[in-house]
């Protein structure tokens, strides 16, 4: 049972335009979202988060939206730059039985951005 | 700043052997550490979550004997996978954040292990 789930294993976008990257989810009680990109042989790095009491927020050239009524969330990078390519991840908070914070993680985005 | 240091990157070993990985927060005090695997073409599933100086809480399914979460430290935890064998191959990996509300997890950069 997916309970993040990123539809588009892959996304192509001219340098200079705007990517969107998108991400469902099914579990009402997750209260905070974030983005995470990864480049190869690398760990994930934090990218920019957004509270599920917000419908926005922005940080340089990204910015996160959320609609909660649609259990939907995007990244929108803009300008797109060549160091963008790399794979994103959606991830979820939740709280555990013993009230520890818990990640749920969709499978990834490739970014590909074309010079 | 947020750096996570993961060692070792790659293990290679024979079936029935003891593989310790650690995680370590360079530069910041890690209250709480995550394990997370990850199967090919499937997405970070978190393992156990460990309190700096309690037990590690594992999710279910996940053999707690198999393996054996240690964070003796605010800069260290340990996995290690007991006995491993073929079926436990995978990629790990570790993440920490301190009790900073709205801080975000900061991952290590994993280890693939490969059981013979």
């Known amino acids: 049972d997916q309970q993040v789930k990123q539809n588009s294993p892959s996304l192509s976008v001219q340098e200079g335009r705007i990517s969107i990257l998108n991400c469902d989810y099914t579990?009402?009680?997750?209260?905070?979202f974030l983005w995470y990109k990864k480049y190869p042989a690398e760990g994930p790095t934090f990218l920019i988060s957004?509270?599920?009491?917000?419908d926005k927020n922005e940080d340089g050239r990204f910015t996160v939206f959320l609609n909660k009524s649609a259990k939907h969330l995007s990244l929108h990078i803009v300008p797109s730059q060549p160091g963008d390519s790399a794979v994103y991840f959606c991830?979820?908070?939740?709280?555990?039985?013993?009230?520890?914070?818990?990640?749920?993680f969709g499978t990834g985005t490739r970014l590909t951005i074309i010079p | 700043g947020a750096v996570v240091s993961q060692h070792p990157s790659w293990v290679i070993c024979k079936s029935g052997t003891s593989v310790k990985i650690e995680c370590r927060s360079l530069d910041f005090q890690a209250t709480t550490m995550f394990w997370y695997r990850q199967f090919p073409k499937q997405s970070l599933m978190l393992m156990a979550t460990s309190n700096e100086g309690s037990k590690a809480t594992y999710e279910q399914g996940v053999e707690k004997d198999k393996f054996l979460i240690n964070h003796a430290s605010l800069t260290l935890s340990t996995l290690t996978v007991t006995s491993a064998h073929p079926e436990d191959s995978s990629f790990y990996i570790c993440?920490?954040?301190?009790?900073?509300?709205?801080?975000?997890?900061?991952f290590g950069d994993g280890t693939r292990l490969s059981i013979l």
């Open positions: 991830a979820a908070r939740s709280r555990s039985n013993f009230g520890n914070e818990k990640l749920t």
């Open positions: 993440s920490a954040r301190t009790a900073r509300p709205g801080w975000p997890q900061h």
């Open positions: 957004i509270s599920s009491i917000k």
């Open positions: 579990n009402s009680m997750f209260d905070y």
